[in-house]
């Protein structure tokens, strides 16, 4: 079974900075995408920013320049390092994964597979 761990959210000041973690745990046999995204309260889930195992990154326009995210295979974890918050970076920050369980040719059907989400506040 695998699992999606979210670490790193919390209150911050508008112009500061955060790190989230999402750290995969359970059987993984590959990563092909790794991702955040986000809900504003009152608001759907929407991209954040997304890297995929080729090591090319999409941004949302509402992020770029300022969050960055990386990653880490050896342990199976992921970063978005937040820089310049807004107060309209305000939401509840989930990570997701593309991943497989087995070799490719295995027909297994995976589902998304997603964090539980953790809140940043950002305060004006």
């Known amino acids: 079974q695998v699992q999606l761990v979210e670490s790193g959210g919390g209150l911050v000041q508008a112009g500061g900075s955060l790190r989230l973690s999402c750290a995969a745990s359970g059987k993984i046999f590959s990563i092909n995408a790794m991702g955040w995204y986000r809900q504003p309260p009152g608001k759907q889930r929407e991209v954040v920013a997304v890297?995929?195992?080729?090591?090319?990154?999409t941004y949302a326009d509402s992020v770029k320049g300022r969050f960055t995210i990386s990653r880490d295979n050896a342990k199976n974890t992921w970063y978005l390092q937040m820089n310049s918050l807004k107060p309209e970076d305000t939401a509840v920050y989930y990570c997701?994964?593309?991943?497989?369980?087995?070799?490719?040719?295995?027909?297994?059907?995976?589902?998304?597979?997603w964090g539980k989400g953790t809140l940043i506040t950002v305060s004006s």
């Open positions: 890297l995929t195992s080729a090591g090319s990154t």
């Open positions: 997701n994964a593309d991943l497989r369980t087995a070799p490719s040719w295995v027909p297994i059907r995976e589902p998304e597979y």
